[in-house]
């Protein structure tokens, strides 16, 4: 089962996408990893589809990574009385933990944290923005603001505090719930909300004690002020474009998109763009032509994977929309240009073993024109070196650990094979050559080159590199 695009398809699933036959359509148009959103369903939801997966896993034989997304800190108004009310640019309007009913000049922002963090001058935003607000004077159970920009508020509307950080956990009593469920559920990757600062990361880490990787969710401005020490923190990060855009002039997003993503490659660690990018699918059997320039835009600038949200969990066209994502990266990948941009980005290898053979390896497999870079890993950290080169040809991972696969499977470029260890080097190259024929990323006569560590099974020791020519 081998893809033909490089960069790897997220799916989340939802209303309109749950069950074993969904499911299995969806992984069959091209998802790689399925997202489950803690945000919405039941665990029993999330159980089903879990075990769904692994059903078609082990029909398929392909290993399939799994992303449990936590809620985060949800900061909303209270309720008002005649359950909307109008704001209107220029009026007084008050914010307090009073948990009565709100109106036209006060509702109930039942969040202590938010005062304790606001100082005159401090903006508010309020319903996705759509709203805003200029604090006036505050104190520790209130706000005194000015409408900015008004409009339509009613109950339970989500608030943003632009450019603050906030002291708030990103993990609330029901994340810590969901997560303890997930990982007992055996989920591969914990995609944390609300990210703020570095000790955020430290906080997840020490709950998940090693039983699932972090992927760390960027969309608050303030992340990007500790964005290289986030990244080295965690295993992973993605652009959530839609939140991070509520708290950012639009026009600022697309750049610091490529930042984000240019961070995570020197970094190599993966990255993932998302965020309402087929968002006209969720309606509509094909995509606008800015939506297709999008999901290439984040393909060009070599993002691991892309995302699909609403328009796989809750569209009428779920399917189609994993299949329109899978024809765009495949067309865009063919671009001659594609190449040149992916390899404008000047990487510089660390002075370690592994990192100065994983740069060999794919400096030989494009001198050579070789037919695929092999790459046995216990840790996974070998494949992700292979990867953040972005080499031309495809990178096999072979790994003993069931877990490994199903992580790597959200890499750039890696095609993840579950496989028994080898114990000696003819072994090692024999087993490399047989399984890359298997499955279709050599022919008879090619050749490829295979790197691993000895002694075998070592995690992080890559030290050795091996030419290898396909035999019978």
């Not at 108004?77 to 359950?83: H, I, K, P, S, T």
């Not at 509702?107 to 903006?123: D, Q, R």
């Not at 390896?361 to 292979?386: D, E, F, K, M, P």
Request: glycine share 8%; proline share 6%.
């Amino acid at each position: 089962m081998r893809r033909k695009r490089k960069v790897k398809i997220i799916a989340t699933l939802g209303p309109s996408s749950s069950g074993p036959e969904m499911i299995r359509k969806l992984f069959e148009a091209g998802a790689d990893v399925f997202r489950l959103n803690f945000s919405h369903g039941s665990h029993d939801d999330h159980r089903r589809n879990l075990e769904a997966i692994r059903a078609i896993e082990r029909e398929v034989g392909h290993p399939i990574g799994v992303l449990m997304d936590l809620q985060g800190p949800k900061l909303r108004v209270g309720q008002f009385a005649d359950g909307a009310v109008e704001l209107v640019a220029g009026a007084k309007f008050r914010l307090d933990l009073d948990a009565a009913p709100g109106d036209a000049a006060r509702a109930s922002l039942p969040h202590p944290e938010v005062f304790a963090a606001l100082a005159p001058g401090t903006e508010l935003l309020l319903d996705d923005g759509k709203l805003r607000l200029r604090v006036t004077s505050c104190g520790p159970d209130h706000a005194e603001t000015e409408v900015v920009t008004g409009g339509p508020l009613s109950d339970r509307k989500g608030v943003n505090v632009p450019g603050v950080v906030l002291p708030i956990s990103p993990l609330t009593e029901k994340d810590r719930a969901d997560l303890s469920f997930g990982l007992d559920l055996g989920v591969d990757w914990v995609g944390l909300s609300f990210v703020q600062r570095p000790d955020d990361v430290d906080e997840a880490r020490r709950l998940i004690e090693g039983r699932a990787a972090i992927l760390i969710k960027i969309e608050k401005p303030a992340a990007l002020t500790h964005l290289r020490e986030l990244i080295e923190r965690s295993d992973a990060a993605m652009v959530a474009r839609g939140d991070l855009g509520v708290e950012m002039a639009p026009e600022e997003v697309p750049g610091r998109q490529k930042e984000i993503i240019r961070a995570c490659r020197l970094a190599g660690k993966p990255v993932v763009v998302a965020t309402q990018m087929l968002d006209s699918m969720v309606h509509a059997p094909a995509p606008t032509r800015a939506e297709a320039s999008d999901v290439a835009t984040a393909v060009y600038d070599g993002a691991d994977a892309i995302m699909l949200s609403a328009e796989s969990a809750a569209g009428d066209y779920p399917v189609e929309s994993v299949d329109m994502m899978d024809r765009i990266a495949i067309s865009t990948e063919s671009d001659p240009f594609y190449h040149r941009l992916i390899h404008a980005l000047q990487l510089h290898p660390e002075p370690t073993a592994p990192d100065a053979i994983s740069a060999a390896a794919a400096q030989v497999a494009t001198t050579l024109r070789l037919a695929a870079i092999i790459s046995y890993t216990t840790s996974g950290s070998t494949a992700l070196r292979a990867a953040r080169e972005r080499p031309d040809v495809p990178i096999l991972v072979l790994t003993s650990k069931v877990e490994t696969a199903r992580r790597l499977a959200i890499i750039w470029g890696a095609h993840c094979v579950h496989t028994s260890d080898v114990t000696s080097f003819t072994e090692m190259v024999s087993k490399a050559c047989a399984i890359a024929r298997d499955e279709g990323l050599a022919q008879l006569g090619d050749q490829v080159v295979v790197t691993a560590g000895v002694p075998f099974g070592t995690p992080g020791k890559t030290n050795v590199l091996r030419i290898a020519t396909v035999r019978e």
